[in-house]
């Protein structure tokens, strides 16, 4: 029998489910007491080897007075509009005229018909005897491209109840897809919904929503072509961002879409009203992209919803009160948009919500004090908006709140009593206008984070301040406190060897201290501005009273560097990028680590040291790894204040290979991007920035995991293999090429005919337009720190923190392809500590650019020119002196091949951090034709480099 097979089709106003299974239990109905011949349907609707007849018998019986009926389907839309009427009559559809269903008729795309033929016994071989009556229709119109709409679904109610509506409607749908039609509509007014139920069908608001998706595609600008949303079906097609799923709470078997998952995909356009239908999504992800306009009112409609993240676009607009109804929802992250307007009071409804943040945009007005009576609210990030009024006395009753900041808002008043908040940890008021004295009231014990600076704050600084034991940052400068100093601030504090604690008075109107001040070295004390400062006699106060040198701590350093005692470092594949495992239970155990960069929106700590084991083991328990599989290799401190971190996941030990298997990554890659580690109060929300696939992993193409092998997965896998054969095709004629000479000529004509050329040059990253563009800030003008012939140069951080400088070709300095991916390949054979590195190249967008390491101390020119703010000692100037001559000297004599910079000037001389000098600009390059010993001119290429004209070294003579 028929394997069960479901589908879910969207319709107008409604969307009919189709169960093939239902089908096939409506033929063993019909078959009790009666000889039956059954023609049984395909078990799924892709899959059919055979084409669908234009007519068939669907259903043959014999009865038990001999004769036989059959039942025939057919597609070829003969029917008379008499027996049409007669049929709607019996069915009790609304009469309509005859010509009108004429009309219908001819505009129709297809018409299916269901007909009874009965075969009396006596009259084989002749068709004047037979009965034929019609008992079933459907018809479909269509705009004979891709969208088809089923319309008039009629049986006649004596055959009904034997799964013949259902047969009808998936034939035709067969009949559809098989001209290419992957958009079906079952069409449902709401003055027959019952009449479909009373067919079998079952009204589904949700099933696959691909007019809804295509709404909300034609909505978005895709500049990089990166939505594959064209295939038939969403769910078993792979779309990307597209996760699909069985809803547990349905209970129905059918896939329904619970996420668009489309951050960081430079998508621009709008967000489209058609993402109300999608009543079962969980979470909808659109984060760092660059969506405009408003939010649309039906997104109140996605009841479901538990994610709301749309933080890091251009959003406009004001909030609609709609979105008051999403009562599931438990993030709603708005974050950095230009929302205006004032916050609904329907966000009272939000009860379930945990994490708000709606941080840098220009919201206005007062904050409705019911968003202050939130039970689950956790997170309360508003700073960076247009505010007004009173600081509410309401937040104290935020009971389980951990993180509050209101930050640059406009606000006035006193501050309120925050004694009966226990689990505070990270309070942020500064930058407001605030008046009046401290509280005095005692703070929570889990106070890691006290800022209170910038606004009009009097009066003396409370004891209560004092003994809080796990604060590490009290904020309260900028303001107009006075008296005395508190020396007791560290006291019961106990100060491990990553404890810190950083306080800051500065620009106050301090003016004495109580005892002496003489705090552990741990703790930080800036008192600079005030007129203690001032008095001589107090010397032990000096120390304090300097210029301040920032707050933010330093990351820790790279793990790439890293080399156990004992290991030697040409062991360890570097240009693999394999690493050796910095606390492997044994030594010396190199592997190939995934880079994850993930950031933390709303940490509840401002030194980050002392909860760096707590993180790794968070996360290693999460995934199930061992402790020493997981590196923090770096953070750094953003706006917010953020916690931006690049971390490497190591392969176990006994793992020979040093590398995950496929299964491993990917289930390590989905469970960073489905957001399922457990939340925590400490940590607190994370966005996840990258994945970094190097070496073994450079060609993995991360989807989010389902059942069995995707379509998508096999066509890759195909894919794969055909390119994997035109590979060695080409290497077999390369290697063919160079050493029979009547291949060579066929080769070279190759070579001149060719088309686009690729680039893969092993150690250095090719970056994407949009990656550079968001390091550069869009190539921003502050970022720019140098201009040449070649272009300008910008300061750009990538995702990993790292810092590197970006040179941008102007429009007249664009080389052709050829000559810019040999530049490439050049540069990337070149390493020497005084040589500038390339990190990477971008040719997309009809641009190039090349990346290469920040140099931080500019070049030797300016350091030598009078605006330098101290001449350079004789000391200094023979290190750089010597270092340039060892660049050179590796060009010259070691480089292969060996390249003649021809413009040695003090532009070109780089210095790093540590004054390291580094030679740049060396290798700008084009290819110049050779001849070899048959004439031809495409055998062989060689390296030109240009330079400044006046400096060229006389080498180049030689």
């Known amino acids: 029998m028929a394997t069960e097979s479901r589908y879910a089709w969207h319709i107008g106003p409604e969307c009919i489910k189709i169960n093939i299974a239902g089908l096939e239990n409506g033929t063993k109905w019909f ?7 059954v023609i049984e349907p395909p078990s799924t609707l892709e899959e059919e080897e055979e084409p669908l007849p234009e007519e068939f018998v669907l259903v043959e019986k014999t009865e038990p007075d001999g004769v036989i009926e059959q039942i025939i389907f057919s597609s070829g839309g003969e029917v008379d509009v008499y027996d ?59 705009d004979h491209a891709f969208n088809a709409t089923i319309w008039d679904v009629l049986v006649d109610p004596s055959y009904q109840g034997q799964g013949l509506g259902k047969a009808l409607v998936e034939k035709l749908i067969r009949a559809l897809l098989q001209r290419d039609i992957g958009n079906i509509t079952l069409f449902a007014d709401s003055q027959v919904v019952e009449f479909y139920r009373n067919l079998g069908f079952e009204p589904d608001p949700e099933g696959i929503k691909v007019k809804a998706l295509k709404s909300v595609w034609r909505e978005l600008e895709d500049p990089f072509k990166r939505l594959n949303w064209k295939k038939k079906d969403p769910c078993n097609s792979s779309w990307t961002g597209v996760i699909c799923s069985l809803n547990p709470d349905l209970e129905d078997g059918y896939l329904h879409i619970q996420e668009l998952r489309l951050l960081n995909m430079n998508l621009s356009g709008k967000l489209a009203p058609e993402l109300g239908q999608f009543s079962h999504i969980t979470i909808l992800n659109f984060m760092w992209n660059n969506i405009s306009g408003s939010i649309p009112k039906e997104i109140g409609n996605m009841t479901s919803l538990r994610l709301l993240l749309l933080s890091g676009n251009q959003i406009s607009g004001s909030l609609p009160d709609e979105l008051g109804n999403l009562q599931n929802i438990t993030k709603f992250q708005l974050d950095i948009n230009c929302i205006s307007g004032p916050i609904p009071k329907s966000f ?16 206005s007005g007062q904050i409705p004090p019911e968003l202050y009576k939130l039970p689950e609210l956790v997170h309360f990030l508003f700073d960076n908006n247009n505010l007004s009024g009173y600081l509410p006395t309401e937040l104290f009753q935020m009971p389980n709140i951990r993180i509050l ?25 500064s930058s407001n206008h605030l ?9 929570s014990e889990n106070m890691t984070t006290i800022d209170l600076s910038k606004n009009a704050l009097n009066g003396s600084i409370p004891l209560n301040f004092s003994g809080l034991p796990r604060l590490q940052r009290l904020s309260l400068e900028n303001n107009s406190l006075s008296g005395t100093i508190p020396s007791t601030f560290w006291q019961n504090i106990i100060f491990g060897p990553d404890t810190k604690l950083t306080l800051n008075l500065q620009n106050n109107l301090l003016s004495n201290i109580s005892g002496s001040l003489y705090p552990p070295p741990n703790v930080t004390i800036k008192l600079q501005g005030n007129p203690i400062c001032t008095r001589e006699t107090e010397l032990d106060i000096v120390r304090f009273c300097g210029p301040s040198d920032g707050d933010l701590e330093e990351s820790p350093g790279n793990s790439s560097s890293y080399s156990p005692n004992g290991c030697k470092p040409q062991s360890c594949p570097s240009s693999e990028s394999f690493e050796y495992v910095p606390e492997s239970p044994i030594p010396c155990y190199c592997a190939a680590p995934l880079g994850v960069g993930m950031r933390l929106r709303s940490p509840s700590f401002s030194d980050f040291r002392p909860f760096i084991g707590e993180l790794r083991s968070l996360l290693t328990t999460s995934l199930a790894l061992d402790l020493y599989q997981l590196v923090i290799d770096s953070f750094i401190w953003q706006e917010g204040p953020r916690l931006q971190l690049y971390i490497k996941l190591f392969p176990q030990y006994s793992n020979d290979s040093g590398t995950f298997n496929g299964t491993e990554l990917e289930r390590i890659m989905n469970r960073f991007a489905t957001f399922l580690f457990p939340p925590t109060d400490t940590f607190g929300p994370y966005d996840l920035l990258n994945f970094t696939l190097r070496g073994p992993y450079e060609n993995v193409v991360f989807v989010h995991s389902g059942s069995g092998m995707s379509k998508g997965l096999l066509i890759g896998i195909v894919l794969g293999a055909i390119f994997c054969g035109i590979t060695i095709f080409l290497a077999v004629a390369f290697v063919l090429s160079k050493t029979y000479p009547k291949f060579q000529e066929i080769f070279v004509k190759k070579k001149q005919t060719g088309g686009k050329i690729s680039c893969k040059v092993e150690g250095v990253k090719g970056f994407s337009f949009g990656e550079l563009e968001r390091a550069t800030s869009s190539f921003n003008i502050t970022c720019e720190v140098g201009k040449g012939g070649y272009g300008k140069v910008y300061k750009g951080i990538l995702t990993d923190g790292t810092v590197v400088a970006v040179k941008r070709a102007q429009q007249g300095s664009l080389q052709g392809e050829r000559e810019f991916f040999t530049e490439i390949e050049l540069l990337s054979r070149v390493h020497h500590r005084n040589l500038v590195s390339l990190v990477g190249y971008c040719d997309k967008e009809r641009e190039q650019m090349l990346v290469y390491e920040f140099m931080a101390n500019g070049s030797l020119h300016n350091l030598l020119s009078a605006r330098f703010r101290s001449s350079l000692s004789f000391e200094m100037r023979m290190r750089i002196a010597l270092d340039s001559a060892k660049g050179i000297l590796y060009l010259h004599t070691e480089a292969d091949p060996p390249i003649i910079h021809r413009d040695i000037k003090a532009n070109n001389i780089l210095l790093d951090s540590k004054f390291t000098a580094k030679v740049s600009d060396f290798g700008i390059s084009r290819l110049a034709p050779v001849s070899d010993t048959k004439g031809s001119e495409t055998a062989h290429v060689s390296t030109v480099v240009k330079g400044t004209p006046v400096s060229n070294a006389a080498t180049i003579l030689q």
Not at 31 to 37: A, E, H, I, W, Y
Not at 112 to 141: C, W, Y
């Open 348 to 363: 009272a409804n939000l009860r379930n919500v945990k994490h708000f943040h709606m941080n840098n945009n220009s919201i």
């Open 405 to 429: 900041a209101l930050r640059n808002c406009n606000l006035q008043g006193s501050i309120p009593d925050f004694s009966r908040i226990p689990g505070l940890r990270y309070l942020d008021l």
């Open 84 to 142: 049409l009427q007669s049929l709607c009559d019996k069915v009790g559809w609304p009469r309509r005229p005859l010509s009108k269903l004429a009309a219908a008729l001819k505009n129709s795309y297809m018409v299916a018909t269901l007909h009874s033929v009965r075969k009396f016994p006596g009259s084989a071989g002749s068709e004047q005897n037979d009965q034929k009556k019609l008992i079933g229709m459907a018809r479909a119109t269509s």
């Open 435 to 443: 008046s009046g004295s401290l509280p005095t009231n005692r703070f």
């Open 31 to 37: 078959m009790k007491n009666s000889t039956t011949q």
